[in-house]
């Protein structure tokens, strides 16, 4: 009977083939045995063949199944879907062990494991444990069309179902895959998953709803049921179109790994905290991401990444990002790169700890609600923001400084942050809990949104702020400023080409920071300063200018001397304003440069004129004049019958004109008594 086979419904219908179907299966009367579904005939994607077989392969009843001493074996050559080795996806059958059986099956046959979408989800009650034997090089591959794996209860717990307990919590994953972490630990805790050479996992597709623990963590230290959906241990591990949801835990645990890549991950409403003040209880857990181990070498991206913490009693979950235990390599051959992501509700969205050089790179990161930004600890972990989106609501008030920090380094002298692009607001009005600054070495054009609250800096590093806009920075309570800080080695803050806007008002205070300007534009004139901690140290503020919009200039040509009447110069908004006053300076040169022209002129000349307007009873134009520096070369200027008399050559060179800049009266105080003694 060529050809022929043994039809059977569902895989019970094997397990209880009589004798004479055994014999004829092995004696060649039957070519093999079809089987036409697993539960029921017609419940699996296709009818497949099983065939007599020696194979080592265990009983897993999908692959191979032993009935009568025999052993029946299909090989799987291509993509496995987990329906063939039982699972449902009813939302009612507990799944756990076919999925276990599938994937221990894949491996053996070095094929990808298919977990098809339902109508329901895929409920389980303990850890899909699945180990990696050491040496195997083993490749896992995980594929999905966003099947829900959803536990109806909290998982089963029981020692020895994870690679490592990284808490002393309940510690529960979903998916648990890898070699167990080196027991005992080796001498150095950083190489307790050095047993994974080789390993690769994959895993595209899957969703999570871990809402079986989303009750408040208790505040009793390490007594929380806390849950993963992915616990790995591989030296490449490669995660996509990925959703989890809700739930007390750390959402994605990675070990060991030196390539890593993350795209179209989301993480909601998932984290919590088992930390409360003071700062020794402990903070073990509740982070989108948990990496540790990392190798060397180690290149990991992350792209289109959305995590948003879980807010329990008003806290924010532990970590975005957390990055520790990596070995203290002395160079800086490692990198990661988050792009195109989303970081919230988090008490730090970065967190480096124990690790050596390292470069991170975040690009157009969408950073919102959280204490501190990134925080370094025992870390030498380079930074840099590119164009990122800072928004700041609001704090919790559970780290060290009680507020919302851009970035807090401990122990960390040699590393180094830049922010460049993009956007800093600050929006809480907490007293105190504004934004603060340390370790960051240079910002390179960042819009500051501060909603009249003040920015702080600590950590004793030097700041360059270039091509920067401050906008609505300062308050009229005298105990917010707009710069302030603690620190105990003397800093330099440099302004360089920076704009401050919509600032009615502007406070400077500090301990032992200076602050410098260069090229600056301001809409508003310093109302305090102080600095150094003798409060007689001045900040250097005398080379800030107007924005470019609030300048009115223009070059007269004259020969001789002669009344020149400004009003007929000036434009009619400014003198009806009467709020405005003059700088004039003479000159035989019309470059086109404006201000960085008049800026040049005054330089070489160290003088100008200061022009005060005011409208004489009798029904004109009255100007004062003041002297600022020494005679410019070539001119002196009087009043005369309300105008200004043009003298000609009066200590020097002939010149031809005079160049005629108009202010808003709100910068007088710059031009009248600090600029002329540090132009820039």
């Known amino acids: 009977m060529a050809n022929q086979f ?38 699996t994607p296709h009818p497949i063949n099983y065939y007599i077989s020696n194979t080592a392969e265990q009983d897993n ?62 409920n389980i009650t303990k850890n899909i444990r699945v180990p990696f034997e050491v040496g195997s090089r083993v490749r896992l591959v995980i594929l999905s069309n966003g099947a829900l794996i959803k536990p109806n209860q909290k998982l089963t717990h029981s020692k020895g179902q994870n690679i490592w307990n990284v808490t002393q919590n309940r510690e529960v994953n979903v998916f648990s895959l890898g070699a167990d972490g080196i027991y005992p630990y080796p001498p150095n805790l950083y190489n307790i998953f050095d047993n994974n050479v080789g390993h690769s996992v994959e895993i595209d597709g899957l969703e999570f709803d871990l809402s079986a623990y989303d009750a408040v963590p208790s505040a009793t230290p390490y007594n929380n049921d806390i849950v993963s959906a992915f616990q790995i241990s591989a030296e490449r591990i490669r995660l996509s179109n990925i959703r989890i949801d809700n739930g007390i835990g750390s959402a994605i645990r990675l070990m060991g790994s030196r390539r890593l890549n993350l795209s179209n991950i989301t993480v909601n409403n998932f984290g919590g905290r088992d930390k409360n003040l003071p700062m020794t209880l402990p903070d073990s857990y509740g982070d989108a991401l948990h990496i540790m181990g990392t ?36 160079n800086r051959e490692s990198s990661m790169i988050v792009r195109d992501s989303t970081i919230a509700n988090f008490s730090k969205c970065f967190h480096t700890e124990q690790t050596g050089y390292f470069q991170n790179t975040f690009e157009n990161v969408k950073f919102f609600n959280f204490n501190m930004l990134a925080a370094n600890a025992a870390s030498i972990s380079d930074i840099t923001y590119l164009n990122c989106d800072v928004e700041q609501k609001n704090v919790d008030g559970l780290e060290q400084l009680e507020a919302s920090i851009l970035s807090y380094i401990e122990s960390s002298g040699d590393a180094v942050t830049k922010f460049i692009g993009g956007r800093i607001s600050q929006m809480t009005t907490v007293t105190n809990r504004n934004a603060q600054i340390g370790s960051i070495v240079l910002f390179q054009g960042v819009d500051f949104y501060s909603n009249g609250n003040n920015l702080r800096f600590y950590d004793g590093k030097n700041v360059v702020f270039d091509s920067c806009v401050f906008n609505g920075f300062g308050s009229e309570d005298a105990n917010q400023y707009s710069v302030s800080g603690w620190v105990a080695n003397e800093a330099d803050y440099f302004f360089n080409n920076c704009s401050f806007l919509n600032n009615s008002n502007r406070y400077f205070k500090s301990d032992n920071q200076y602050l410098r300007f260069h090229d600056c534009k301001s809409e508003s004139k310093v109302d305090s300063y102080t600095c150094g901690k003798d409060r007689t140290k001045k900040y250097v503020v005398s080379n800030i200018f107007p924005k470019a919009d609030d300048i009115f200039q223009t070059y007269i040509p004259f020969v001789g001397s002669g009344n ?64 600022k520096g020494t005679i410019p070369a070539g001119f002196e200027v009087s009043t005369s019958n309300g105008g200004l008399t043009w003298l000609n050559a009066q200590r020097g060179t002939n010149v031809n004109g005079v160049y005629l800049i108009v202010f808003s009266r709100k910068y007088w105080e710059y031009f009248s008594d600090k600029w002329i003694k540090n132009i820039p």
């Open 295 to 330: 190798k060397s070498g180690a290149r990991y991206m992350l792209e289109g990444c959305h995590f948003v913490g879980k807010q329990t009693s008003g806290n924010f979950s532990r970590c975005g990002i957390v990055h520790e235990f990596m070995i203290n390599y002395n």
């Open 564 to 627: 020149i009447d400004l009003s007929n110069y000036i434009p009619r908004s400014f003198l009806e304003s009467l709020g405005f006053f003059a700088v004039l300076v003479g000159t035989n040169k019309d470059n086109g440069r404006g201000f960085d022209n008049f800026k040049e002129i005054v330089r070489n000349e160290q003088g100008y004129y200061l022009i005060n307007p005011y409208w004489h009873s009798s029904g004109w134009w009255q100007y004062d004049r003041q002297l």
């Open 6 to 43: 043994l039809i059977k419904n569902r895989l019970d219908d094997i397990r209880t083939l009589s004798a004479a179907e055994l014999t004829a299966l092995t004696n060649g009367t039957y070519d093999g045995l079809r089987l036409l579904g697993y539960h029921q005939a017609n419940d």
């Open 61 to 122: 009843a999908g692959s191979v199944i032993a009935v009568g001493g025999k052993k029946l074996e299909h090989k799987f050559t291509q993509q496995i879907d987990s329906r063939y080795f039982g699972t449902k996806g009813d939302g009612l059958t507990d799944d756990a062990d076919a999925l276990i059986r599938c994937i221990k099956s894949a491996l053996y046959h070095k094929a990808p494991v298919y977990i098809p979408k339902t109508a329901a989800h895929y």
